[in-house]
């Protein structure tokens, strides 16, 4: 069993000297809001890997800047995109799989819309596959009441404003909107983003936000069925039929909607993990099943992915069918003491309780390496890690540049 990013630094023990190091250089400092000295978000261009190289992930993308904007950000005019997955596909375990697919889930609590948007296009400069928002109406995980963005909206503006990368929520929440309207706004987006989008959806867990603004509540069991009877609902919609349905929680007469998504079927994405309900909702609707998962989190995550299984046989669906994705909160250092300050930093701008620790890696990227590399062997296809605000331009460039091509070197020699 590989060792799980964060167990050394939780132990005390000391990371190897320079272990992890990136290519562009040894000296990286954790200042709040600073890399390498310099201010977040800024840029530097880095040659692409040979071309002999299996995957470009590694590279750091050339880019052609603009003006800076008022946050400090050069305003990428002309992102280039990654031919991350052109050429062979990759062997693991004995069959043919392409390589693990990165992204992040980028949390904009505190953060201002133009670092929000700036984020957004680095990510797809740098070859990310994945961009995804969250979908609340206050805070989680600490203040409740920090200044942070509306989920689809956010949506919106950055399907105009990328062009490569595939974008989602992890998750939408059910209890916010109707089905039919939410269905809408999905197909909305993914003519925006030119067939770019994922639906994501779940069942809500804030009654806070919730009670706060008069929007339904009710047990988590109840709110898997509001949730299932509005998928059933949504996917019919999105599907191009005639929806009529007077059910125990929607009623609809003859919804149909046009035009339709570009992409079709649109991919439905579900984060669930709960045993009895929320993972059969995910073996029944899924194409991309996310979970979190935590610190030490692979004979969790196996448990997991066994119930699931069984619930796909009992719905006599393949699970092969199924995207696997894992997320957590991902600080990537060579040395232990500055993933903690990391940590610290971002724990005493949001009030994050102690508990976040549990869920956060905090590793080297040979760390991060070998964890994502078991987890690969279990079945999972993609990471999607947190990012919160102030965004970490190291965390960021490390994943891709770093971590990416070990994981893709150990999966190919399998």
Known sequence: MPDIPGLETRRGSSATPGAG??????????????????????HRTRPPPPAASRSSRGARCMETRGPATPGGYPAIMTPARASRHAGPEYLAGGTIAPPMKYGFQVLTYGSPWVEVLATARRLEVLGYDYLFGHDHLYSTGGDPYQGFFEG??????WAQATTRISLGLTVGNNTFRNPGVVAKMATTVDHISNGRSIFGLGAGNVELEAVAHGLPWAPTGVRLDWLEEALTIIRGILAGETVSQDGPTYRFQGVHHAPLPQRRPLPILIGAQGEQKGLRVAARFADIWQIFVPVDGLDFWRRKDEVFRVHCAAL???PSEVERMVGCK???????????????????????NESVWDVTWAASPEQVA??????????VQSFLPQLAWPFDQETIDRLIGDVAPLVDQATASV
Not at 152 to 157: D, G, Q, V
Not at 330 to 352: D, T, Y
Request: charged share 30%; glycine share 10%.
């Open 21 to 42: 190091r990136s290519r562009t250089g040894d000296a990286r400092k954790s200042l709040p809001g600073h890399v390498d000295g310099r201010p977040v978000g800024s």
């Open 316 to 318: 006599d669906r393949d």
């Open 152 to 157: 689809w909206t956010t949506l919106a503006a």
């Open 370 to 379: 070998e964890a994502l590399i078991g987890f690969r062997a279990l079945g």
């Open 330 to 352: 991902l600080i990537i250092r060579s040395n232990p003491g500055e993933a903690r300050k990391a940590f610290e930093h971002l724990r005493a701008v949001h009030k994050w």
